[in-house]
Antibody, heavy 125, light 108 residues
Framework: EVQLVESGGGLVQPGRSLRLSCTAS????????MSWVRQAPGKGLEWVGFIRSKAYGGTTEYAASVKGRFTISRDDSKSFAYLQMNSLKTEDTAVYFC????????????????WGQGTLVTVSS | SYELTQPPSVSVSPGQTARITCSGDALPKKFAYWYQQKSGQAPVLVIYEDSKRPSGIPERFSGSSSGTMATLTISGPQVEDEADYYCYSTDSSGIHWVFGGGTKLTVL
């Protein structure tokens, strides 16, 4: 059974940093791209970014709203994905979900097939 | 930036058919996916690649796509189907991933 568990959320002041972790189990972590999706209180889902598997370079892509401030990384030896959040703003307040990404080709397509329960990040002074 | 547009809400009686639409310029070339999110829970994939149903999803859930619009259909919705539904797809480059604004389904 695929399991994703996020941790590291909490209350942080504007302008500060926070790192979220996602521990994965039940599948070969290194074979999959991983992504973060967030949901502000009472709002819809917003894709944050993703990291490709090492087989595809381990490179990253980000939403415009977080590009330059957030960084996604991975440690395949430990089955962990991370979201480093810098220069946090009040509008970054949200539940952050870790997701496993299914990537297929011909034609190229990617989607989220498994989600963690999320961790709440509150940015407030 | 790329956007997917959904109606904010849809209401339906249990014996009717609920249809939730999602419009986006890249949908003629990109697949649509649908997620169900019940209050306080993580989203669950209910339709992938426009019309395929994951194992464990009831047959009353179906999907279709034509031109710039994808549609999630729930035939004979149950009270337990009350939830927020989000479409998801990518822009034409495949690099930017986008969710629709979500549709709240009410089963009266």
């Amino acid at each position: 059974e695929v399991q994703l568990v996020e941790s590291g959320g909490g209350l942080v002041q504007p302008g500060r940093s926070l790192r979220l972790s996602c521990t994965a189990s039940g599948f070969t972590f290194g074979d999959y791209a991983m992504s973060w999706v967030r949901q502000a209180p009472g709002k819809g889902l917003e894709w944050v970014g993703f990291i490709r598997s090492k087989a595809y370079g381990g490179t990253t892509e980000y939403a415009a709203s977080v590009k330059g401030r957030f960084t996604i990384s991975r440690d395949d030896s430990k089955s962990f994905a991370y979201l480093q959040m810098n220069s946090l703003k009040t509008e970054d307040t949200a539940v952050y979900f870790c997701t496993r990404v299914i990537t297929q080709w011909l034609p190229p397509r990617s989607y989220f097939d498994s989600w963690g329960q999320g961790t709440l990040v509150t940015v407030s002074s | 930036s790329y956007e997917l547009t959904q109606p904010p809400s849809v209401s339906v009686s249990p014996g009717q058919t609920a249809r939730i639409t999602c419009s986006g310029d890249a949908l003629p070339k990109k697949f649509a996916y649908w997620y169900q999110q019940k209050s306080g829970q993580a989203p669950v994939l209910v339709i992938y690649e426009d019309s395929k149903r994951p194992s464990g999803i009831p047959e009353r859930f179906s999907g279709s796509s034509s031109g710039t619009m994808a549609t999630l259909t729930i035939s004979g919705p149950q009270v337990e189907d009350e939830a927020d539904y989000y479409c998801y797809s990518t822009d034409s480059s495949g690099i930017h991933w986008v969710f629709g604004g979500g549709t709240k389904l009410t089963v009266l």
